[in-house]
């Protein structure tokens, strides 16, 4: 993980599924660890969506306010 990872987390979409064009971040936990248990899928998309489970598994998603201020959503 990197900072850019982070980053992305606020800008980046879902892009398929039931959330499809939902922020990556704004993502419901038992949708992230329904993926940890079926397996993420590879790539880009697949490292992010694990991110966000542990930043979400471990009460960490206040650490990610900054970075939303910083990328407010589109009006």
């Given at each position: ?24 971040a ?50």
């Open positions: 993980m990197n900072a850019d990872d982070l980053e992305l987390l606020v800008t980046r979409t879902m892009p398929y599924g039931k959330y499809r064009g939902r922020l990556i704004d993502l419901p936990g038992p949708y992230l660890h329904w993926f940890a248990r079926q397996g993420f899928p590879a790539g880009e998309i697949g490292r992010l969506l694990a991110l966000m489970r542990e930043i979400d598994h471990n009460g960490l998603s206040d650490l990610l306010k900054p970075l939303r201020a910083k990328h407010p959503p589109p009006r």
